[in-house]
T-cell receptor, first 114, second 114 residues
Framework: KAGVTQTPRYLIKTRGQQVTLSCSPI?????VSWYQQTPGQGLQFLFE???????NKGNFPGRFSGRQFSNSRSEMNVSTLELGDSALYLC?????????????FGDGTRLSIL | DQQVKQNSPSLSVQEGRISILNCDYT??????FLWYKKYPAEGPTFLIS?????DKNEDGRFTVFLNKSAKHLSLHIVPSQPGDSAVYFC?????????????FGQGTRLTINP
């Protein structure tokens, strides 16, 4: 069974640009969550999608947005990039967000802002 | 406001001995707790979880203990092996309006010495 797939693995952008990251969940998983990992900050929750609807949102500015498609694939967009947005962005999927079950992570997209 | 805390940034243990990783939380709404292991350049891998209705869950060499009154959980690895060297994250979950939101600790880097 294929795991969570994130593309691209690495990305370099400059300040002011925008970026779109992609996540394909495990087959059959309908919930997709996004996290940001920076040194010293651990994993910070960005948002969670289920049935193409954002169900939960973390404390990030509006420059961070996402969406989910009918096949459960998800994209995350960051506009007007800042140096502080350099981080590892992780996507996780689970079958049903309403039940206590583990989320399974992809290997992330490493975003570097110059 | 750090709702989940791992107070030890690093831990060094001799191969074959027991590794004990600790985690504290503050929010009484959390009802599901997880441990993840992370290698460099990979996403977190789910290890073991525990529901708040239990106080212990065991899976092979890994055991998680939950003390609800102290709002404390721990992960025991016995015996420790060199391949266990990684960063370990604890996470706590609360289901709000049908959506599960994970809150992660800062991580503990475990090093197993031969």
């Amino acid at each position: 069974k294929a795991g969570v797939t994130q593309t691209p693995r690495y990305l370099i952008k400059t300040r002011g640009q925008q970026v779109t990251l992609s996540c394909s969940p495990i087959s059959g998983h309908r919930s997709v969550s996004w996290y940001q990992q920076t040194p010293g900050q651990g994993l910070q929750f960005l948002f969670e999608y289920f049935s193409e609807t954002q169900r939960n949102k973390g404390n990030f500015p509006g420059r961070f947005s996402g969406r989910q498609f009918s096949n459960s694939r998800s994209e995350m967009n960051v506009s007007t990039l800042e140096l502080g947005d350099s981080a590892l962005y992780l996507c996780a999927s689970s079958p049903d967000p309403g039940r206590n079950q583990p989320q399974h992570f992809g290997d992330g997209t490493r975003l570097s802002i110059l | 406001d750090q709702q989940v805390k791992q107070n030890s940034p690093s831990l060094s243990v001799q191969e074959g001995r027991i590794s004990i990783l600790n985690c504290d939380y503050t929010n009484s709404m959390f009802d599901y707790f997880l441990w993840y292991k992370k290698y460099p350049a990979e996403g977190p891998t789910f290890l073991i979880s525990i529901s708040s209705i239990k106080d212990k869950n065991e899976d092979g060499r890994f055991t998680v203990f939950l003390n609800k009154s102290a709002k404390h959980l721990s992960l025991h690895i016995v015996p420790s092996q060199p391949g266990d060297s990684a960063v370990y994250f604890c996470a706590a979950s609360a289901t709000i309006q049908g959506a599960q939101k994970l809150v992660f600790g800062q991580g503990t880097r475990l090093t197993i010495n031969p």
